[in-house]
Nanobody, 120 residues
Framework: QVHMVESGGGSVQAGGSLRLSCAAS????????MGWYRQAPGKQRELVAR???????IYAEPVKGRFTISRDNDKNTVYLQMNSLSPEDTAVYYC??????????????WGQGTLVTVSS
């Protein structure tokens, strides 16, 4: 089984920064793409950013130029550096990974979510 544990959420004023981390653990053979999603109150979960094992990245339009996704393959960890935060970024942020378990099963794994609150 594979688990993902997030950290780094919290409250910040508009214009501030936060860094989210998410570490995968368990019976992992490899991790392919990793990503961050968010869900604001009353809205559907949406992709924020995604990074492949080769470190190719994509970003949602609202966060381009402000957020940076990165990963440490040795630590099975994905990061999201969020700068110039605005109240519109307030949401629960979830990490996601496409992993292969030690017995060869393909898994899609989610973190528990971490709340980011940006005040004006």
């Amino acid at each position: 089984q594979v688990h993902m544990v997030e950290s780094g959420g919290g409250s910040v004023q508009a214009g501030g920064s936060l860094r989210l981390s998410c570490a995968a653990s368990g019976s992992i053979r490899e991790i392919n793409a990793m990503g961050w999603y968010r869900q604001a109150p009353g809205k559907q979960r949406e992709l924020v950013a995604r990074i492949t094992s080769g470190r190719s990245t994509i970003y949602a339009e609202p966060v381009k130029g402000r957020f940076t996704i990165s990963r440490d393959n040795d630590k099975n960890t994905v990061y999201l550096q969020m700068n110039s935060l605005s109240p519109e970024d307030t949401a629960v942020y979830y990490c996601n990974a496409q992993a292969v378990s030690s017995i060869g099963r393909y898994l899609e794994v989610w973190g528990q979510g971490t709340l980011v609150t940006v005040s004006s």
